[in-house]
């Protein structure tokens, strides 16, 4: 008997009665879940973060405005010059 197959979010094994594929990987159909708001998520309107995480399309779309917009102050952060200082000799 092949050993079981890992939940990608949970690590435990899932068996064919409980699993569910998405994004090329397996899931128990419970942890098929939005990070945020913990609704059931259907297939269509499943988003996956680049941390592997899932998400609803509201949140997904709220998690890249977060990461846009953090990328834009680090961006504003780096290029901050700070005033030369002017002096004056008597």
């Known amino acids: 008997m092949p050993p079981a197959e890992k939940c990608a979010l949970c ?3 899932v068996y064919r009665a409980e699993q569910f594929q998405c994004f090329g990987l397996l ?3 419970n ?3 939005c990070a945020e708001c913990k609704q059931a998520l259907r ?3 499943a ?3 680049k941390t592997g995480e899932l ?3 509201v949140h997904f779309k709220l998690l890249e405005e977060r990461q846009k917009r953090k990328m834009e ?3 504003n952060n780096n290029n901050c010059t700070i005033p030369a200082q002017i ?4």
């Open 11 to 13: 690590v435990k094994n």
């Open 27 to 29: 899931y128990h159909v």
């Open 31 to 33: 942890c098929f879940r």
């Open 43 to 45: 297939v269509e309107k």
């Open 47 to 49: 988003n996956r973060s």
């Open 55 to 57: 998400y609803c399309k």
């Open 73 to 75: 102050e680090e961006e």
């Open 87 to 90: 002096i004056i000799e008597p």
